[in-house]
């Protein structure tokens, strides 16, 4: 079942890639309502007709199955998306391949930390797990899972600021590029600092409401420091 189930998730990783390239299609052309349109509800049903399935008593490899179902279909609603509102036409391959070496040379940082950043996480668990052992690797995935939450909020405005950023330096006006920058950067410290100060002030009570006593004695400080 392990093997077929790895086969399935060979399968996943195109889709996956072209959805990704999908919508950051959208986002490029900052139409984030159409790219939010489809992402909320594709994401309620990739986990809402897994869970179906595994709740009529299928195996693990047909849950998948069922998620490779699903983000096809959400693929395909993505491509007619993309082709009707910018207006593309006819799907071909590029005529000028330099513009691929561009767009990799321009992105080639993004690349860099979006490869690197899913790597150091695990090494840190890596690490963490050699040093305290299996049970308290439990515990401190938990403060680290509630941490990273909070990277969502970051995250959400960089990647709706992202496109703005490349079409302004694309137009030479890189100086506004990097007033806009350093604004949103100070804004979103304006609003992470609250946050962040609650976080470390309740930090074992909140581990407390959300996983139970046992995680706020032992990874509460730990979330802290996070």
Avoid at 9 to 25: E, F, G, N, T, Y
Avoid at 72 to 89: D, M, R
Avoid at 136 to 159: D, H, K, Q, W
Avoid at 162 to 178: K, V
Wanted: glycine residues 8%; hydrophobic residues 60%.
């Amino acid at each position: 079942q392990a093997t077929a189930m790895f086969r399935v998730l060979a399968l996943h990783l195109p889709v996956l890639l072209a959805a990704a390239a999908l919508r950051a299609s959208l986002e490029g052309a900052q139409r984030f309502d159409i790219s939010a349109a489809l992402r909320i509800p594709g994401s309620m049903a990739s986990v809402a007709i897994p869970a179906f399935v595994a709740y009529q008593g299928h195996s693990l490899v047909a849950i998948m199955w069922s998620l490779l179902a699903v983000r096809l279909i959400l693929v395909a609603i993505s491509a007619t998306a993309v082709n009707i509102s910018l207006k593309l036409g006819r799907w071909s391959l590029p005529s000028n391949w330099m513009m691929l070496i561009e767009m990799l040379r321009y992105s080639g940082w993004v690349a860099v930390s979006t490869a690197l950043g899913p790597l150091l996480g695990s090494f840190e668990r890596f690490a963490v797990g050699s040093v305290v052992g299996v049970a308290g690797l439990g515990f401190y995935t938990g403060a680290a899972e509630a941490a990273n939450r909070f990277l969502m909020i970051p995250v959400t405005a960089f990647s709706a600021l992202l496109p703005a950023l490349a079409a302004t330096d694309a137009t030479g006006a890189r100086e506004r590029a990097l007033i806009v920058t350093r604004s949103a950067r100070r804004q979103l410290a304006a609003l992470l600092f609250p946050l962040c100060l609650t976080l470390f002030a309740f930090a074992p009570a909140i581990l407390g409401l959300w996983l139970g006593k046992p995680f706020a004695v032992s990874a509460g400080n730990a979330l802290r420091i996070l």
